[in-house]
């Protein structure tokens, strides 16, 4: 991505999360529905934010049919919604410290299917409900968005 050896580890991220944007992905010649993105909303804090209220850092990755099965698990639950799933899980962490979400859903036949996953700053249930709030979010748009182009959801 060409950031220099001497750029600090915050701005490496942030240069990293802008080519990460779905809007930047999406213009790609290889896009597919298999290429990985971060969930709108997604951020890394910096000192120019002024929101106090959000979280740190909330990274959410995902692909387009990872975040469709939101969508099929609501079409296949007969309109009873879906039963979401949320792992607090340090498995991609090579540190205790580094904590990490994963959003599933809970197909009919018992299955988890994953939506979303990545990093956040802390375990705390405020920056849980911004993560669900962002993914949830992005899977309502995600679902019309397939629907208008004619993609089976």
Not at 78 to 96: C, N, P, Q, S
Not at 100 to 127: Q, W, Y
Request: proline share 5%.
């Amino acid at each position: 991505m060409g950031v220099p050896e001497a750029c600090g580890e915050r701005a490496k991220l942030l240069v990293l999360c802008e080519h990460l944007e779905f809007q930047h992905v999406v213009c790609q010649a290889d896009f597919s529905v298999n290429t990985p993105y971060l969930v709108p909303g997604s951020r890394v804090r910096t000192s120019r934010d002024d929101d106090d209220t959000a979280p740190n850092l909330v990274l959410m990755l995902t692909t387009l049919n990872l975040i469709l099965n939101v969508a099929r698990a609501c079409d296949l639950s007969g309109g009873l919604g879906a039963v979401a799933g949320v792992d607090h899980t340090h498995k991609m962490a090579r540190e205790k410290k580094a904590p990490h979400l994963t959003f599933n859903v809970i197909a009919p036949d018992a299955s988890a299917k994953h939506a979303a996953f990545g990093p956040v700053c802390d375990e705390t249930e405020s920056t849980t409900a911004y993560a669900l709030k962002i993914v949830l979010e992005h899977a309502r748009q995600a679902a019309a968005f397939a629907r208008h182009v004619d993609m089976p959801v």
